[in-house]
């Protein structure tokens, strides 16, 4: 076949045929998961060889097409957990791998889209999983069905009937540690929110047989151990049992009481928990389990045959215990267990039996109380189960879904009556399946428009009626050999066989058969050629199994029991009914008729399950083994009519929306009709008219390799359109991305904008306020305090305050002072006073002593010249010396003739004769206690301060003083006239050391003086240029004093 895919073609073919290899090698190692895609379809050999490659890649599951094929795994598979039944939710049943959850899926969306009640039937033989597989679909349905707390409650219960029902009706076999023993078809039914709201189980043919008797390796039912090992010692001693199984009869004959696969103690709380999660009252379980030990207890009776032959029972406490447990009087079961009651004619005849005889009573009496307990169990659970609501009429009842867990195809041995009913059961259900499925397939052809082609295959109707044909079949001459009066035996019965169904075709004993088959035969056996194989049945044990008999005054006995559950199984209705009770083969067909009636209502889904090994043994795959099962589960003739025609056939939607990236035409999307989109599909993709046909609403392919082919080529593609997608994706991304960090980046902005904008306007507002708040308190200014001037008044001050703060006096002579808002003028004067008094304080705190004295002078010389001698402000900057004359400058007698006297001060003057005021260099010596005139070291005049009357001095800028002295002293000259160049320094020291400042005299014009005797002097003063000392005409001293600039 040629491949044009679009991007295909473009990748080249060698890509293609890379990506068909690869593709291929996985087919090769995993197998096809679709038996329809097998190239060979009609070879057992390639149908067990996939088979084969999946086990050993753990795959258990393949289709053959709707039918789900299973292989018991042995080993726990992590592919049940709830991610898995996740996935397997609402996808369509080929776009994932088969599953058990993709059957369960399927037919709860078929049930919930149509409307249309489901079943699933699991078929296999014993040990092939069937139990495990419908556990696993009820978990399905409880995981992903939606609940609520009414739905939970009906989960719970359906969950843990499980438990119960097996407890009671599953046993350890030699193929099966947990064989159920019965067959079992349970309803789960869902409300109109596809919620389960309640269920029904029905039950099929219990092993009863099991309850008396076990083969090697086998035990009894599970209950009976689980008791034994599990119940409290309480209970156990009510009920009276030993905990220990080798005590009973019922429990050893297989050999096989303890199992290493099985915790019975664990089971026991297992079943004893879910028994009061389907509303066990505490009553119920009580008589529940006194019927189980009544059973154990029954097996232990032991009768003795007594000199007539006729059997005693020699245990009394036995019947005592046997008693209280079925709550029927010691004395009505004893002689019910050894006596038989016959009615004849209207009249009731009661004979002894013998010991065997009463063994077998007793041993029916077990089966049939443990049967009919099993069967009231059932009731019971159903009851729990039933769904309560109102809404739901008759009419509008809920949808369900059934499942059919029953026993499969068995061939052992040694074959009996149960094996006859069982495969009689799968022959049914074969029938069913044959029925079901070719008629499907021939309704969708209709449906389609395609011409139907008649498949060959074997219809097993004629199997079917070989056994259960009224008055011809196999049942009906059962009944009529168990029902007919004289000595009927299992020979006549096969007798009666040979006579009327002998010729069929499908049916052979050892006296008809040819030469060769009657070695494969022995004379008890007759031979049913069934669908999936031949088996030999021998008809010992025939009659009795079917008649399963239990004598009248064991049924009155039980009639008359106290145990609720007893009387609900033994009515007396049965005692007064004259007709035979229908034999167990007839309940049987007619039970499985209803089966089949309840079934052919539903739509079907398949589970085929298939045992891997007879020893439980997980990895090993055995062919005999395997090739047997897939022969009796009709597998090959499944496929063979499912690929009659075409071996695919998929909706032109789903196709389409596979392979449409196959063809630039149908790529991205098809605008058209999905069928047309197909066509043009297939034609770009080079399907020959041969290899296809298109129907209504789905294509059909012929051959498995032209889907290959394109499933191929699709796998190829696929790495094509991923890597568009995960551009896409990316850019996306990244757009979204940018999206997103761009509207955060605005919003962020904005905000921050908006609080700088806020920030700037409150700034704005607060500005306009404070200068309307200063307008207005300037208006104001004048006014007193008030709400309008409060902030102008206190900022003025503020302001005033501050501007004071940094413009401060740096010192005293600095005047300078800010100018005071009135309200403050008086705080300014308080504060300026305060200010130079700090200053004045710190500048005193600063003052040396030298300083001090210092300024003591000049305070004085101020004291005495400013304002008042012209050329004082010339000495004002000059600072005062201590003297003018160093002591060492001195003429050493002068200080010889001073001796201890200090000189405080000695200055060069110059001094004026008091007759012709010719100018003398002398010295001015002060002393602390007199002025002294020195020549040299000669002592000119000494006046003592006491004698100093005065000192003149001029207002101008000379330097010439008068020193006035009292004349009646004739120690003394008479006033003296000096000139100092430092006059105002001179006079300041003299003056302070005399302390006659005071006496300091300033004169305008002229100075007075006075020489010895009362003769006086005048000098006078002018101001010149220059200074001029002279004798005038008039006989004064004329002094010109110099004008000073700053006069
Ligand atoms: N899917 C599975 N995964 C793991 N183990 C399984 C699975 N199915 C079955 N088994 C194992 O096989 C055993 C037998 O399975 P199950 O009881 O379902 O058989 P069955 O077909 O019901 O047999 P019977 O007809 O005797 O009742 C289980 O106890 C379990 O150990
Ligand atoms: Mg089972």
Same mark, same amino acid.
């Given at each position: 076949?040629?491949?044009?895919?679009?991007?295909?073609?473009?990748?080249?073919?060698? &890509?293609?045929?890379?990506?068909?290899?690869?593709?291929?090698?996985?087919?090769?190692?995993?197998?096809?998961?679709?038996?329809?895609?097998?190239?060979?379809?009609?070879?057992?050999?390639?149908?067990?060889?996939?088979?084969?490659?999946?086990?050993?890649?753990?795959?258990?599951?393949?289709?053959?097409?709707?039918?789900?094929?299973?292989?018991?795994?042995?080993?726990?598979? $992590?592919?049940?957990?709830?991610?898995?039944?996740?996935?397997?939710?609402?996808?369509?049943? *080929?776009?994932?791998?088969?599953?058990?959850?993709?059957?369960?899926?399927?037919?709860?969306?078929?049930?919930?889209?149509?409307?249309?009640?489901?079943?699933?039937?699991?078929?296999?033989?014993?040990?092939?999983?069937?139990?495990?597989?419908?556990?696993?679909?009820?978990?399905?349905?409880?995981?992903?069905?939606?609940?609520?707390?009414?739905?939970?409650?009906?989960?719970?219960?359906?969950?843990?009937?499980?438990?119960?029902?097996?407890?009671?009706?599953?046993?350890?076999?030699?193929?099966?540690?947990?064989?159920?023993?019965?067959?079992?078809?349970?309803?789960?039914?869902?409300?109109?929110?596809?919620?389960?709201?309640?269920?029904?189980?029905?039950?099929?043919?219990?092993?009863?047989?099991?309850?008396?008797?076990?083969?090697?390796?086998?035990?009894?039912?599970?209950?009976?151990?689980?008791?034994?090992?599990?119940?409290?010692?309480?209970?156990?001693?009510?009920?009276?049992?030993?905990?220990?199984?080798?005590?009973?009869?019922?429990?050893?004959?297989?050999?096989?009481?303890?199992?290493?696969?099985?915790?019975?103690?664990?089971?026991?709380?297992?079943?004893?928990?879910?028994?009061?999660?389907?509303?066990?009252?505490?009553?119920?379980?009580?008589?529940?389990?006194?019927?189980?030990?009544?059973?154990?207890?029954?097996?232990?009776?032991?009768?003795?045959?007594?000199?007539?032959?006729?059997?005693?029972?020699?245990?009394?406490?036995?019947?005592?215990? +046997?008693?209280?447990?079925?709550?029927?009087?010691?004395?009505?079961? #004893?002689?019910?267990?050894?006596?038989?009651?016959?009615?004849?004619?209207?009249?009731?005849?009661?004979?002894?039996?013998?010991?065997?005889?009463?063994?077998?009573?007793?041993?029916?009496?077990?089966?049939?109380?443990?049967?009919?307990?099993?069967?009231?169990?059932?009731?019971?659970?159903?009851?729990?189960?039933?769904?309560?609501?109102?809404?739901?009429?008759?009419?509008?009842?809920?949808?369900?879904?059934?499942?059919?867990?029953?026993?499969?195809?068995?061939?052992?041995?040694?074959?009996?009556?149960?094996?006859?009913?069982?495969?009689?059961?799968?022959?049914?259900?074969?029938?069913?399946?044959?029925?079901?499925?070719?008629?499907?397939?021939?309704?969708? *052809?209709?449906?389609? &428009?395609?011409?139907?082609?008649?498949?060959?295959?074997?219809?097993?109707?004629?199997?079917?009626?070989?056994?259960?044909?009224?008055?011809? @079949?196999?049942?009906?001459?059962?009944?009529?050999?168990?029902?007919?009066?004289?000595?009927?035996?299992?020979?006549?019965?096969?007798?009666?066989?040979?006579?009327?169904?002998?010729?069929?075709?499908?049916?052979?004993?050892?006296?008809?058969?040819?030469?060769?088959?009657?070695?494969?035969?022995?004379? $008890?056996?007759?031979?049913?050629?069934?669908?999936?194989?031949?088996?030999?049945?021998?008809?010992?044990?025939?009659?009795?199994?079917?008649?399963?008999?239990?004598?009248?005054?064991?049924?009155?006995?039980?009639? $008359?029991?106290?145990?609720?559950?007893?009387?609900?199984?033994?009515?007396? &209705?049965?005692?007064?009914?004259?007709?035979?009770?229908?034999?167990?083969?007839?309940?049987?067909?007619?039970?499985?008729?209803?089966?089949?009636?309840?079934?052919?209502?539903?739509?079907?889904?398949?589970?085929?399950?298939?045992?891997?090994?007879?020893?439980?043994?997980?990895? #090993?795959?055995?062919?005999? +083994?395997?090739?047997?099962?897939?022969?009796?589960?009709?597998?090959?003739?499944?496929?063979?009519?499912?690929?009659?025609?075409?071996?695919?056939?998929?909706?032109?939607?789903?196709?389409?929306?596979?392979?449409?990236?196959?063809?630039?035409?149908?790529?991205?999307?098809?605008?058209?009709?999905?069928?047309? @989109?197909?066509?043009?599909?297939?034609?770009?993709?080079?399907?020959?008219?041969?290899? *296809?046909?298109?129907?209504?609403?789905?294509?059909?392919?012929?051959?498995?390799?032209?889907?290959?082919?394109?499933?191929?080529?699709?796998?190829?593609?696929?790495?094509?359109?991923?890597?568009?997608?995960?551009?896409?994706?990316?850019?996306?991304?990244?757009?979204?991305?940018?999206?997103?960090?761009?509207?955060?980046?605005?919003?962020?902005?904005?905000?921050?904008?908006?609080?700088?904008?806020?920030?700037?306007?409150?700034?704005?507002?607060?500005?306009?306020?404070?200068?309307?708040?200063?307008?207005? @308190?300037?208006?104001?200014?004048?006014?007193?305090?008030?709400?309008?001037?409060?902030?102008?008044?206190? *900022?003025?001050?503020?302001?005033?305050?501050?501007?004071?703060?940094?413009?401060?006096?740096?010192?005293?002579?600095?005047?300078?002072?800010?100018?005071?808002?009135?309200?403050?003028?008086?705080?300014?004067?308080?504060?300026?006073?305060?200010?130079?008094?700090?200053?004045?304080?710190?500048?005193?705190?600063?003052?040396?002593?030298?300083?001090?004295?210092?300024?003591?002078?000049?305070?004085?010389?101020?004291?005495?010249?400013?304002?008042?001698?012209?050329?004082?402000?010339?000495?004002?900057?000059?600072?005062?010396?201590?003297?003018?004359?160093?002591?060492?400058?001195?003429?050493?007698?002068?200080?010889?003739?001073?001796?201890?006297?200090?000189?405080?001060?000695?200055?060069?003057?110059?001094?004026?004769?008091?007759?012709?005021?010719?100018? #003398?260099?002398?010295?001015?010596?002060?002393?602390?206690?007199?002025?002294?005139?020195?020549?040299?070291?000669?002592?000119?005049?000494?006046?003592?301060?006491?004698?100093?009357?005065?000192?003149?001095?001029?207002?101008?800028?000379?330097?010439?003083?008068?020193?006035?002295?009292?004349?009646?002293?004739?120690?003394?000259?008479?006033?003296?006239?000096?000139?100092?160049?430092?006059?105002?320094?001179?006079?300041?020291?003299?003056?302070?050391?005399?302390?006659?400042?005071?006496?300091?005299?300033?004169?305008? &014009?002229?100075?007075?003086?006075?020489?010895?005797?009362?003769?006086?002097?005048?000098?006078?003063?002018?101001? @010149?240029?220059?200074?001029?000392?002279?004798?005038?005409?008039?006989?004064?001293?004329?002094?010109?004093?110099?004008?000073?600039?700053?006069?």
């Amino acid at each position: 076949m040629k491949f044009r895919s679009g991007r295909a073609g473009a990748q080249g073919s060698e &890509g293609i045929r890379l990506a068909m290899e690869s593709a291929l090698t996985a087919r090769d190692r995993v197998g096809v998961q679709d038996f329809v895609l097998l190239e060979n379809f009609t070879s057992e050999a390639a149908f067990i060889e996939n088979l084969r490659k999946r086990f050993k890649e753990n795959l258990i599951y393949t289709y053959i097409s709707s039918v789900l094929v299973s292989v018991n795994p042995y080993n726990e598979l $992590e592919i049940y957990t709830k991610q898995h039944m996740e996935r397997y939710r609402g996808v369509n049943f *080929y776009e994932v791998s088969p599953h058990i959850y993709a059957v369960s899926d399927n037919s709860y969306r078929s049930m919930r889209s149509e409307r249309k009640d489901q079943c699933i039937l699991i078929s296999g033989e014993s040990g092939a999983g069937k139990t495990e597989a419908s556990k696993k679909i009820l978990q399905y349905y409880a995981v992903t069905c939606p609940a609520s707390v009414r739905v939970e409650e009906v989960r719970d219960r359906l969950l843990q009937s499980n438990p119960v029902l097996e407890a009671f009706g599953n046993a350890k076999t030699l193929r099966n540690d947990n064989s159920s023993r019965f067959g079992k078809y349970m309803d789960i039914q869902f409300d109109f929110r596809g919620a389960p709201v309640g269920g029904h189980i029905l039950n099929y043919l219990l092993e009863k047989s099991r309850v008396i008797h076990q083969s090697h390796g086998e035990r009894n039912f599970h209950i009976f151990y689980q008791l034994i090992d599990g119940g409290d010692e309480d209970l156990l001693r009510r009920l009276g049992l030993e905990r220990n199984a080798q005590s009973y009869q019922y429990l050893v004959k297989g050999h096989c009481a303890k199992v290493s696969s099985i915790n019975d103690r664990h089971d026991w709380k297992t079943v004893y928990k879910a028994l009061t999660v389907i509303d066990f009252s505490s009553t119920d379980l009580e008589e529940l389990l006194s019927i189980v030990a009544s059973v154990l207890h029954l097996g232990n009776l032991q009768c003795s045959s007594d000199d007539d032959g006729n059997a005693v029972i020699t245990g009394e406490n036995q019947i005592k215990l +046997l008693s209280r447990l079925l709550q029927v009087p010691g004395t009505v079961l #004893r002689e019910a267990l050894i006596h038989k009651k016959i009615s004849a004619k209207g009249e009731e005849l009661i004979s002894p039996l013998n010991v065997e005889q009463a063994a077998y009573a007793r041993d029916a009496l077990a089966k049939a109380i443990y049967g009919r307990t099993f069967s009231w169990l059932v009731l019971k659970i159903n009851k729990s189960l039933a769904h309560r609501d109102s809404t739901y009429s008759a009419r509008n009842r809920p949808n369900v879904i059934g499942l059919l867990d029953i026993y499969g195809f068995e061939v052992f041995q040694h074959n009996s009556f149960e094996q006859f009913c069982i495969n009689y059961c799968n022959e049914k259900l074969q029938q069913l399946f044959i029925e079901l499925t070719l008629k499907s397939e021939q309704e969708e *052809y209709e449906a389609e &428009g395609i011409a139907w082609e008649p498949v060959q295959y074997f219809n097993n109707k004629i199997i079917c009626d070989l056994v259960e044909e009224k008055h011809k @079949g196999i049942i009906s001459i059962l009944d009529e050999e168990c029902l007919r009066p004289g000595d009927a035996t299992d020979l006549t019965f096969l007798e009666k066989l040979e006579e009327t169904v002998g010729k069929h075709p499908h049916f052979v004993t050892h006296k008809l058969a040819d030469q060769k088959t009657r070695k494969t035969l022995v004379r $008890e056996e007759f031979r049913l050629l069934h669908y999936a194989g031949e088996v030999n049945y021998n008809v010992t044990g025939f009659l009795d199994k079917n008649n399963d008999l239990l004598f009248r005054n064991l049924k009155e006995a039980m009639c $008359e029991s106290g145990n609720g559950i007893l009387q609900q199984c033994f009515e007396r &209705g049965e005692l007064d009914d004259k007709k035979r009770p229908e034999t167990a083969a007839t309940q049987f067909k007619t039970s499985l008729a209803k089966l089949m009636e309840i079934l052919m209502s539903k739509e079907p889904s398949y589970v085929r399950c298939i045992k891997p090994n007879d020893a439980k043994q997980s990895g #090993r795959f055995d062919e005999v +083994l395997i090739r047997h099962q897939v022969k009796y589960l009709g597998l090959l003739e499944n496929l063979r009519v499912r690929r009659a025609g075409f071996a695919y056939r998929r909706k032109y939607e789903i196709f389409l929306q596979r392979y449409k990236s196959l063809c630039s035409e149908t790529w991205p999307n098809w605008r058209g009709p999905p069928s047309e @989109g197909v066509a043009t599909l297939v034609q770009h993709l080079g399907y020959k008219p041969e290899d *296809y046909k298109l129907g209504r609403t789905k294509i059909f392919i012929r051959f498995p390799k032209t889907l290959f082919a394109t499933e191929d080529a699709f796998e190829l593609q696929k790495h094509t359109i991923a890597t568009k997608i995960q551009a896409e994706w990316r850019g996306f991304h990244q757009r979204q991305k940018y999206q997103k960090i761009r509207s955060s980046a605005i919003t962020i902005q904005s905000w921050w904008r908006g609080e700088l904008g806020r920030k700037i306007a409150r700034r704005r507002k607060n500005a306009a306020l404070t200068i309307r708040r200063f307008i207005k @308190g300037f208006i104001y200014r004048h006014k007193p305090r008030c709400p309008e001037n409060e902030y102008f008044l206190d *900022y003025v001050r503020y302001s005033f305050l501050m501007k004071l703060k940094r413009n401060l006096p740096k010192n005293v002579l600095d005047k300078s002072w800010p100018v005071p808002p009135p309200a403050l003028s008086e705080a300014s004067e308080l504060l300026r006073d305060l200010n130079m008094r700090n200053m004045v304080q710190s500048y005193c705190k600063r003052i040396t002593p030298e300083w001090k004295q210092q300024l003591e002078q000049k305070v004085v010389a101020s004291e005495v010249f400013k304002d008042k001698k012209d050329n004082y402000p010339q000495s004002v900057p000059k600072l005062f010396v201590n003297t003018r004359i160093a002591t060492s400058e001195l003429n050493s007698k002068v200080l010889q003739l001073l001796q201890s006297e200090q000189i405080k001060y000695a200055v060069a003057v110059t001094k004026y004769d008091r007759n012709g005021y010719r100018p #003398r260099a002398r010295q001015l010596l002060v002393t602390p206690d007199s002025a002294l005139i020195m020549e040299e070291a000669k002592l000119k005049q000494k006046i003592d301060y006491v004698n100093l009357n005065g000192i003149s001095v001029s207002s101008l800028s000379d330097g010439l003083f008068v020193l006035h002295v009292p004349c009646e002293d004739n120690k003394q000259k008479g006033d003296v006239v000096l000139r100092s160049d430092h006059v105002i320094e001179t006079l300041t020291k003299l003056a302070m050391a005399a302390d006659k400042a005071n006496r300091i005299n300033i004169n305008q &014009g002229s100075i007075k003086f006075t020489i010895k005797h009362g003769k006086e002097g005048i000098i006078d003063f002018t101001s @010149g240029s220059e200074l001029i000392i002279s004798k005038s005409k008039n006989g004064h001293l004329s002094v010109v004093a110099p004008r000073l600039n700053s006069r």
